[in-house]
């Protein structure tokens, strides 16, 4: 039995579905555990876009739990220990989600979005044009599109709904919403963690220029990185070979297709626009490449 080339979504009855994200779509098990399957879709300006992009969510899956292994040192994960056949015994349902579904322990999230800026580009370049600043964080002058700031810098955003934007907000926000405690664990948990991955990832030829990372903390209030880790769909990948100062370089990641959404007569609402199968399989090329680079592992 081979699985679909691409997913858009998935039907699995004997789980009770929970919920669709931009990407994701998770199941309930039971009052512990559930399973997130890794779409095809792919989510531009906050937008789910009408067309996946073949074997993404696989790429996205394995790229998310070789990080959870490397960065286990760091902090523990929602990876829990029961395999996809236990909890999908039927082999029909099970080859529709297989490779792309992780079976993960229930964690209460925390309500940012924990964003780390390694480079000035996208709206941290924009933003620097008008102010001076990123996220009112102040910059020195004289920086260029795509200069790697001195420090990284943590912006940490609110959770959109789905179609909806996600709003930057103050370090003392996070505070507010979280506690001081956990505001801070956050933000340092954050930038260590980009600062190891960025590291690793430059010595494979990947210059990661900013991502998101999501938190959840356990009964205990342990905090436990959740959702997905440094993936494409979670961060900027340039290729180092081509790094440029003073331009948008190339990516490996979603942002190709952002460019060419630029370029559309589209007011970045939804529904969005169809995108051509030759940006498409672009796409899905550049997420296999960012795999092979970053994993070191040759793919099937």
């Known amino acids: 039995m081979t699985a679909p080339e691409a997913l858009y979504e998935s039907t699995l009855s004997s789980l009770k579905l929970r919920a669709r994200g931009k990407v994701r779509d998770i199941y309930d098990i039971d009052d512990k555990h559930m399973l997130i399957v890794a779409t095809d879709r ?3 300006f906050d937008v789910i876009l009408p067309d996946p992009i073949p074997g993404k969510g696989r790429v996205l899956t ?9 960065l286990h040192h760091i902090m523990p994960n929602h990876l829990s220990n029961l395999t996809l056949e236990e909890v999908l015994p039927n082999a029909t349902e099970r080859v529709q989600v297989e490779g792309r579904a992780i079976v993960v322990k229930i ?15 996208g709206s941290g370049w924009k933003d620097y044009l008008k102010s001076g600043e990123v996220c009112g964080i102040k910059l020195p002058q004289g920086l260029q599109q795509a200069q790697e700031l001195p420090e990284a810098i943590y912006t940490p955003s609110t959770k959109a709904a789905v179609d909806e934007h996600d709003e930057n907000v103050s370090f003392e926000q996070t505070v507010k919403l979280m506690g001081q405690d956990l505001a801070e664990q956050v933000r340092d948990a ?41 993936t494409p769909d979670s961060s900027r990948f340039w290729p180092a070979d081509q790094y440029r100062l003073g331009i948008s370089p190339p990516s490996f990641d979603k942002q190709y297709i952002r460019d060419y959404l630029e370029t559309l007569d589209w007011d970045k609402t939804a529904p969005g626009p169809l995108l051509p199968k030759e940006v498409t399989a672009f796409c899905a090329e550049k ?11 040759t793919l099937n």
């Open 107 to 121: 964690l209460k999230p925390l309500p940012v979005e924990a964003i780390v800026r390694g480079y000035l580009i």
């Open 42 to 44: 792919l989510s531009a």
């Open 287 to 297: 997420y296999r490449e960012a795999e092979v680079r970053l994993t070191q592992e």
């Open 190 to 230: 954050s930038l260590k963690i980009y600062k190891e991955a960025a590291s690793y990832a430059k010595d494979r030829g990947i210059i990661i220029a900013d991502t998101k990372f999501e938190f959840g903390i356990d009964d205990a209030g342990v905090l436990h990185l959740i959702d997905e880790a440094l």
């Open 62 to 70: 394995r790229i998310s739990n070789f990080w959870f292994a490397k």
